[in-house]
């Protein structure tokens, strides 16, 4: 199936589950804990700051991602020790990662990748054929992914929407949360053009016993 | 009752036509060759025009003779207006009568046509100190809600506007301190809208719909308005409406910028089809910029681009209404009405029917009865002041009076 295709696809199966209040509070977490994890670690020693934020980040995020989720009652898992946060919304599992640059880390978490594996049916759709429709009431993973740079700044440079694959070694979906979030917009949608009148039934009538 | 003349002459339809041709009883009298005491016995209803007297006022002021002896019903609410002070009150009362024009070719359409039906959002305020913020900000959504319109930008306002029912009209009308006006229909239960479309500005005509269609919406029930105090208050009202239904709060707030800067506000100004001055205007009412910084920007914009324009401004083509122009074609494909019983059947010249229902210049041209300007003067027992004068609001007319006919219609 072509690329741009399935991707549209994806995008719909995502929002018929998601609501759009989910992804603006999920936005508005992961911002607030990536800020409240460089307040607190900006006092740190320079010889550990780096790794002192990144811990504050992965427990802050955490916390504030599970608010997000549970306001929303997306039934998030418990917070407890070094546990993934996951959010349930009927058959689809919503997580949470941050990354650097470079996505090299992702594959690092056994019970990510094993969360993962929930995506297999939405990888035979997509290598099967084009003319079957999508898997509607099907297991299906996300991650909310917050990229950092390298400078330790105070906010992610970007939070992506992203769908990995059955074995996490490839993303099938991915798209910044902004412009995720402007689907529901409904911007691309095409207008509907309703500036039609219509002859009055009488007049249709006897014009069609007239022909 | 009248004394002698033809039976069933309608004052109130002299009363009209001096508005929308913006003539003074003076003009017309010596127009027609009569004096200013009779158009005035006319328009009082104390005296009726003879036959040859009634053609040559009808042949002036380009309606059909008949015109004047169809009963004058007014169906249209009074009109609110959005002007700023220095409009005329003749220039209001001109347009007053093009849009009772509008209308009244609009009922006469619906003897045979089912015009899309009526979707807005009912509000039943009977004075404007009753609205609140809050009221104005549910009815611009529940209008883009009924309308499928999501949160994003409007493509197409006018589309919009005609899909759900409501008339709209646009027309160059010469007076372009009045950017529109607004009335609903009682006969046929629908708001009418009029546009001017001097300003040929696609941005500013879009926010002139939303005001009036604030108008409509949030100002059905409340009657023409002569304080002034309250006047200020219900064009503030339908201006909030405007920045709401073009500008949602969800969406907009999602793509303005913190602290935006004016170039932030072109891109978004091309992005929602608002003029930048507008979306600046909505970012305070939804307090994502304080009054400060909404100081500094105006203050930075009449540095940059002076008070009036805004870069971009040429970009966007006005949107057009289309309505009653596919109701016209309707009827001539089906063979119901033939084109050329148009100006006929609405007693007004062609070209006014043009400009009322969008139709391209010349669409009825070989069907005018054309009054050569000479043969006018010539006949004319005191020649007045020169046509081009009188007419100079209503330049159309001026083509059309002075345009020899054509021998077929041309291509559209």
Redesign the interface.
């Known amino acids: 199936m072509d690329g741009e295709e399935y991707k549209e696809e994806i995008a719909e199966l995502l929002m018929s589950d998601i609501p759009r209040d989910l992804v603006h509070a999920i936005n508005e977490g992961l911002r607030a804990g990536a800020r409240r994890a460089h307040a607190k670690a900006k006092d740190l020693n320079a010889g550990h700051r780096a790794n002192g934020l990144g811990q504050e980040r992965h427990f802050l995020m955490n916390e504030a991602f599970y608010t997000a989720l549970a306001a929303q009652n997306a039934s998030p898992t418990p917070i407890h020790g070094n546990d993934l946060i996951i959010g349930h919304l009927g058959e689809l599992m919503l997580g949470r990662l941050n990354v650097g640059p470079v996505w090299n880390n992702c594959r690092r978490s056994t019970v990510r990748r094993r969360l993962c594996s929930h995506n297999a049916t939405l990888g035979e759709w997509i290598e099967a054929d084009l003319f079957n429709d999508p898997p509607l009431h099907t297991a299906l993973v996300v991650f909310f992914v917050a990229i950092f740079a390298k400078d330790q700044a105070e906010l992610p440079a970007s939070i992506q929407v992203a769908v990995p694959d059955a074995g996490m070694s490839r993303w099938i979906f991915r798209e910044s949360i902004e412009k995720f979030m402007h689907r529901y917009d409904g911007i691309s949608l095409a207008q509907q053009d309703l500036a039609v009148p219509r002859l009055k039934l009488a007049l249709s009538k006897q014009n069609e016993g007239g022909k | 009752m009248s004394r002698g003349g033809l039976q069933g002459f309608q004052a109130d339809r002299l009363s009209q036509i001096l508005a929308v041709r913006r003539l003074t009883q003076a003009q017309l009298a010596s127009l027609v060759g009569v004096s200013p005491g009779t158009i005035s016995k006319w328009k009082a209803g104390t005296q009726s025009p003879e036959l040859e007297a009634l053609t040559r006022l009808a042949s002036v002021v380009n309606v059909s003779p008949d015109w004047f002896l169809r009963p004058y019903r007014p169906m249209l609410s009074p009109p609110l207006f959005r002007s700023n002070a220095s409009a005329h009150v003749a220039a209001r009362a001109m347009l007053e009568g093009r849009l009772e024009w509008a209308e009244e070719i609009a009922c006469g ?1 619906a ?6 039906r009526l979707i807005l959002p009912a509000r039943d305020f009977q004075n404007p100190e009753e609205l609140t913020e809050e009221d104005i900000e549910e009815a611009a959504d529940e209008c883009r809600k009924l309308w ?9 306002l006018a ?2 506007v ?3 029912g409501v008339l709209l009209i646009r027309e160059e009308t010469g007076i372009p301190q009045i950017e529109g006006l607004s009335g609903w229909s009682t006969k046929l239960g629908r708001p009418c809208i009029l546009l001017s479309a001097d300003k040929d500005n696609g941005y500013r005509g879009r926010f002139d719909l939303a005001h009036e269609l604030g108008h409509c919406i949030l100002h059905k029930n409340i009657g023409r308005v002569t304080n002034r105090d309250r006047y200020n208050l219900m064009e503030k009202q339908a201006h909030a409406f405007a920045g709401a239904i073009l500008l949602p709060a ?2 907009i707030s ?1 793509d303005a910028p913190v602290h935006p800067t004016l170039d932030d506000l072109l891109i978004l100004k091309r992005r929602w089809g608002v003029s930048a001055a507008a979306i600046l205007m909505r970012l305070r009412a939804l307090s994502l910029v304080d009054n400060e910084e909404v100081t500094n920007l105006y203050k930075r914009r009449s540095a940059r681009w002076g008070s009036k324009a805004e870069p971009g401004d040429g970009e966007r083509v006005p949107e057009q209404p ?2 009653l122009r ?2 016209v074609d ?2 001539v494909a ?3 009405m033939p084109l050329e019983s148009f100006p006929r059947h609405f007693g007004i010249s062609g070209n006014d029917l043009e400009m009322l229902m969008a139709l391209p210049s010349r669409y009825f041209a070989t069907l005018e009865k054309v009054v050569s300007l000479t043969r006018l003067r010539q006949e004319t027992a005191q020649p007045g002041p020169g046509l081009h004068q009188l007419f100079k609001n209503r330049s159309a007319d001026v083509v059309t009076l002075s345009q020899p006919a054509r021998a077929s219609r041309p291509s559209k």
């Open positions: 359409l003897e045979f046509v089912e015009f899309p499928r319109l999501g949160r994003g930008p409007v493509q197409d589309l919009a005609e899909s759900a969800e969406g999602q289309r309505l596919r109701t309707l009827l089906e063979g119901v």
